[in-house]
């Protein structure tokens, strides 16, 4: 008896170092599988790390969901075991991209397309966090109760991380005790119209509202994102009756409903708000956003020089307006309609110069599907088609595809799509590669070509309606990780979605 005691004291050594083992290979993650890989610390090689200094060869040491060493050259082979080390060879390794509008209609609306089939996507694509928007889910994000919809939806349900945008409304936008529940209960910020939105439970605001709400937003220090197009009077028709304006199946009809003025004066009623936004103005703190900006001349200019007075102010464009023009949409392919609508080639290389200039400061997806019979009818008719671009799974690639002839580096592509965004967000950890920060991050092939054809699996819901199917694109991403779970590569996803909803503290 004795004898038998001691011997089982002497196994406990041995059981504490099997479970200390346990612990550090098999990680928690592992055992919940939020990640396709056992290791909670693990380093990730490559020829090609987009740090914010420089591109390097060398390894990214992560540990607990974290970046603990950027590592140049070779001397992280010897700390690491092989085991541990995912070299990627000449595979680019940059920080996650950062999606900060995107619709994934969830709740209410989950027929268009759904946190999971969205966010599966964004993974595939490497997109490691997206900012949801708060329209086109039912019902809109428009107070602490929605917002709570909201999480509760996502809970479980997301592969990638998920923040929230609230909604600047007539009916909170004079009542701060609702506004600041929302903001207290963690939306990153907020988004209003300045047009009908095509979403009835989420009407549009006027310069009185954007004013109320800013100043509420100064407390938090949290932007404003603003969709910037005002209804004018077009050549004796208004907007609202375009019957008559010419073909419906052609794009230069819906073109014309939507002209560049529409989004010069919506910016110009703007400005005279931005005021309050400098330092010692009444909503110092608060920072304005114009959403995915289409027109390239008068709009960027006033934004130009509102910035170098000094007003708080960042401007988005997104992929679609860098990619195609207005002179190659078919008649009757409703994919392309999108508001603010693709205007001309020329306009294109404009908005390509602007963002290359810094002038635009990142993109955004925009993101904005439908059920497949709003957004495809068949007699293609511009004017009645849902407006909005499927895209989330492809903004990589198009990106760096369209943009190849512009010269654009890996560092531009960060700053934009990472970099500037986090900002945006308020995500202090996201962005960069860096030590202390979350290791999120994508792994791509810039070099690789492939087409958008049946063979290629596209997670969203429908790909069917994206403008992009049939494109041949170059950059294919074969790793994301996000807080150190590998959630997707080479068409595997992570078999629980273990994404986090971010809150606003
Ligand atoms: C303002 O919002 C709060 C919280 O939603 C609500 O309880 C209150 O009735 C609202 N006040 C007005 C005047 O509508
Ligand atoms: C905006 O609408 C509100 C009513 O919701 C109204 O009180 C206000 O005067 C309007 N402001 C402008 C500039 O039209
Ligand atoms: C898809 O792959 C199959 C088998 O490799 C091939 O026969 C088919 O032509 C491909 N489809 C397209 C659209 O490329
Ligand atoms: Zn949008």
């Known amino acids: 008896m004795e004898s038998g005691k001691l011997r089982l004291l002497a196994l406990l050594p041995i059981l504490a170092s099997f479970l200390l083992l346990y612990f550090d290979f098999f990680p928690l993650a592992y055992r919940t599988r939020c990640s396709l890989i056992p290791y909670r610390h693990y380093w990730i090689a490559s020829k090609r790390i987009v740090t914010p200094s420089a591109v390097i060869s060398g390894a990214v040491e992560v540990k607990g969901g974290k970046i603990i060493s950027v590592i140049e050259g070779d001397d992280w082979q010897g700390k690491a075991r092989s085991k541990q080390v995912y070299d990627y060879g000449e595979a680019v390794v940059m920080p996650g991209l950062i999606d900060v509008h995107a619709h994934l209609d969830d709740p ?139 073909n419906p199946r052609s794009y230069s009809t819906y073109l014309k409903t939507r002209p560049p003025s529409m989004e010069e004066a919506a910016i110009k009623e703007l400005l005279t708000l931005t005021k309050e936004t400098r330092v010692g103005g009444s909503s110092e703190g608060a920072h304005l956003h114009i959403v995915h900006l289409a027109d390239s001349k008068s709009s960027l200019q006033l934004i130009k020089e509102a910035k170098s007075r000094g007003d708080s102010i960042t401007v988005e464009t997104c992929p679609h307006y860098l990619a195609f023009s207005a002179e190659e949409i078919p008649d009757g392919d409703t994919r392309y309609k999108c508001a603010p609508p693709i205007r001309d080639s020329h306009n294109k290389e404009k908005l390509w110069e602007a963002l290359i200039d810094g002038d635009i400061d990142m993109l955004s997806s925009d993101h904005s599907p439908s059920a497949p019979e709003l957004k495809l009818f068949d007699e293609g008719d511009f004017l009645k088609a849902w407006g909005g671009i499927s895209s989330l799974q492809f903004v990589l690639p198009v990106t760096w595809s369209y943009g190849l002839k512009h010269g654009i580096s890996l560092e531009q592509l960060v700053s934009w799509w990472s970099e500037k965004p986090a900002k945006l967000a308020g995500q202090d950890l996201k962005g960069a590669i860096v030590v202390g920060n979350y290791a999120d991050i994508a792994v791509w092939v810039p070099e690789a070509e492939f087409e958008l054809d049946d063979n290629h699996t596209v997670y969203l819901k429908h790909p069917s309606i994206s403008a992009y199917m049939g494109s041949k694109l170059s950059g294919k991403v074969l790793a994301t990780y996000v807080r150190g779970n590998l959630v997707y590569e080479q068409e595997k996803h992570a078999s629980v979605a273990c994404g986090v909803p971010i809150l606003a503290r």
Not at 166 to 181: D, I, K, M, W, Y
């Open 108 to 246: 209410g609306r989950t027929e268009w397309e759904g946190f999971p089939s969205g966010t599966r996507a964004a993974a595939a694509g490497g997109i490691t966090t997206l900012v949801d928007m708060p329209l086109n889910s039912y019902p809109s994000t428009v107070s602490e109760e929605t917002l709570k919809l909201k999480t509760n939806a996502a809970q479980g349900r997301i592969f990638v991380d998920v923040g929230f945008w609230g909604g600047l409304v007539p009916e909170n936008a004079f009542n701060a005790t609702a506004l600041e529940r929302l903001l207290d209960a963690g939306v990153l910020g907020l988004k209003s119209f300045m047009c009908p939105s095509g979403i009835n439970d989420f009407p549009m605001t006027n310069s009185t509202h954007i004013k109320e709400g800013l100043s509420v937003l100064a407390k938090y220090k949290r932007p404003l994102l603003v969709h910037a197009e005002v209804q004018q009077e077009l050549e004796g028709d208004d907007l609202a009756t375009t019957e008559g304006a010419g």
